[in-house]
């Protein structure tokens, strides 16, 4: 499995944007890049996905590298509710079905 | 809101025994993902069901088994219930088109 690399914790400020990054030198073609986030007690949270073109919902945008080797989950104003723990994941639905293989995250601590 | 319910919420169990614990989908997806949980720890995939058979399956024993119904509500068992299976299982309804998997809440199981 194509393995991610995140920062263990982060830091924000309530209102400021927040960029998280995560690196997967060994993405593959078939690939998709999802970012899920799990709030205290509660189930994860669908985020946002991608597979090469950068990608904006209501909750977030994902950038990704030219090479896909990289890519940063954007919250453009930060709020308290958004403190969760952010997982990057790799995943090939077409190819290898829809398992999502979590790993540690970035635990993103917001401050008023 | 997702619309997938677990239950129980909390469970204790002892080692040795079975467990039964259940999932169900408002949006009535056709696909059921299984995860655990350990304390600290990001989500394990266990296993997978769509159309009423198992569509893949994590690094977990045989005496991890699962169900679907025809009316897509699923069912995780554990028998032989040892230690190391307390944790917080997720269950998550899957949209094979946009490849968002929703989680329920979890229920969380102390073995002891």
């Known amino acids: 499995d194509a393995k991610t690399t995140q920062p263990n914790s982060m830091e924000s400020n309530e209102e400021e944007p927040v960029h998280l990054p995560c690196n997967h030198s060994t993405i593959s073609g078939t690939d998709y890049i999802h970012w899920y986030r799990q709030l205290p007690s509660q189930g994860p949270e669908y985020v946002i996905h991608g597979l090469t073109s950068n990608v904006n919902n209501r909750m977030a945008s994902l950038a990704i590298a030219e090479d896909r080797k990289s890519s940063t989950l954007i919250l453009h104003r930060a709020t308290l509710r958004d403190a969760a723990v952010y997982y990057c994941?790799?995943?090939?639905?077409?190819?290898?079905?829809?398992?999502?293989?979590f790993g540690g995250g970035t635990r993103l601590m917001v401050k008023p | 809101e997702t619309g997938v319910t677990q239950s129980p919420t909390h469970l204790i169990k002892t080692r040795g025994q079975q467990v039964t614990l259940r999932c169900s989908s408002q949006?009535?997806?056709?696909?059921v993902s299984w995860y655990q949980q350990a304390l600290g720890q990001g989500p394990q995939f266990i296993f997978q069901?769509?159309?009423?058979?198992?569509?893949g399956r994590g690094n977990f024993p045989p005496r991890f088994s699962g169900l679907q119904f025809p009316n897509y509500s699923s069912e995780l068992n554990v028998n032989a219930l040892e230690l190391d299976d307390s944790a917080l299982y997720l269950c998550a309804g899957v949209n094979r088109i946009t490849y968002e998997q929703y989680f329920g809440p979890g229920t969380r199981l102390t073995v002891t």
């Open positions: 069901y769509y159309r009423e058979e198992e569509n």
């Open positions: 994941i790799l995943s090939a639905p077409r190819v290898a079905g829809n398992m999502l293989t």
């Open positions: 949006s009535g997806h056709n696909t």
